[in-house]
């Protein structure tokens, strides 16, 4: 008997081997990147909350309202001439909370 050379069967193996990795591998970068993309605009929106949308400034001592999740700064939304709605989409009764998450802690 001869000798079988293998060098093509041993190439062929391994691009089979590389193509069944990246077919496995590519839904996963995918869902990995949704996830990334996802967050990464949450984050960029997130962003402008932090100002309350009566003074402009930084919140101090933020409340949002219960129905709706407006937030404000508690001092704006007590001294505003609306006190029993909403200024912003006017929903009614306006009762507030404190504000929970990103909104307690101002960004640097």
Same mark, same amino acid.
Request: hydrophobic content about 40%; some cysteine.
């Given at each position: 008997?001869?000798?079988?050379?293998?060098?093509?069967?041993?190439?062929?193996?391994?691009?089979?081997?590389?193509?069944?990795?990246?077919?496995?591998?590519?839904?996963?970068?995918?869902?990995?990147?949704? @996830?990334?993309?996802?967050?990464?605009?949450?984050?960029?929106?997130?962003?402008?909350?932090?100002?309350?949308?009566?003074? &402009? *400034?930084?919140?101090?001592?933020?409340?949002?309202? *219960?129905?709706? &999740?407006?937030?404000?700064?508690?001092?704006?939304?007590?001294?505003?001439?609306?006190?029993?709605?909403?200024?912003?989409?006017?929903?009614?009764?306006?009762?507030?909370?404190?504000?929970? &998450?990103? @909104?307690?802690?101002?960004?640097?």
């Amino acid at each position: 008997m001869g000798n079988v050379n293998l060098d093509n069967q041993n190439r062929e193996l391994l691009w089979h081997t590389f193509r069944d990795l990246i077919v496995l591998a590519w839904p996963i970068y995918r869902l990995a990147e949704n @996830r990334w993309l996802k967050w990464s605009q949450k984050t960029a929106t997130s962003e402008s909350v932090d100002v309350c949308p009566i003074c &402009g *400034e930084v919140f101090v001592a933020p409340v949002e309202v *219960e129905l709706c &999740g407006h937030a404000f700064c508690y001092w704006c939304i007590a001294a505003g001439p609306s006190r029993n709605s909403c200024p912003i989409c006017a929903s009614t009764p306006c009762t507030l909370r404190p504000a929970r &998450g990103n @909104r307690i802690f101002p960004r640097e």
